[in-house]
């Protein structure tokens, strides 16, 4: 948004770039408002989707990039089966690479990130060899 105004008023409340025209005593401002994403949050865990870190409480775990992508597109579908011909096209877009054995290894670094098990799964289900599905809470 861009906006004329007079740099005596104390209408400047908000951050803002911008510069003073000489002589005028005039300001040329731009204002940007960011769009925010917010936190996902399951049981003790949070993921910050803006800066693609995840806290367990209020530590940061160590996590790689492709279980991340795949951890925030079950969280963003909750309790829905997420096929393995998406979460492959989400993480691995432009990569020729082996599919199945990609998956499996990034979503069990997952679970091992998460403390979770295929045998009494807290967080991630397997749905046979269709996909996987975000269960928690």
């Known amino acids: 948004m861009i906006f004329f105004g007079c740099a005596a008023q104390k209408c400047y409340r908000k951050r803002a770039l911008g510069a003073t025209i000489p002589g005028r005593g005039w300001r040329l401002e731009l204002q940007v408002n960011l769009t925010v994403s917010p936190r996902l949050r399951f049981e003790e865990f949070e993921l910050d989707p803006q800066s693609c870190e995840l806290f367990h409480g209020r530590s940061k775990l160590k996590i790689q990039d492709k279980p991340l992508s795949i951890l925030l597109t079950l969280l963003q579908h909750p309790h829905q089966t997420i096929t393995r011909a998406e979460l492959y096209k989400i993480a691995w877009s432009d990569a020729n690479v082996q599919r199945d054995l990609c998956l499996n290894t990034a979503v ?13 799964p807290r967080f991630i289900e397997t749905v046979g060899k269709h996909g996987y599905r975000f269960i928690g809470q």
């Open 108 to 120: 069990r670094k997952l679970r091992v990130v998460l403390g979770d098990s295929t045998a009494h």
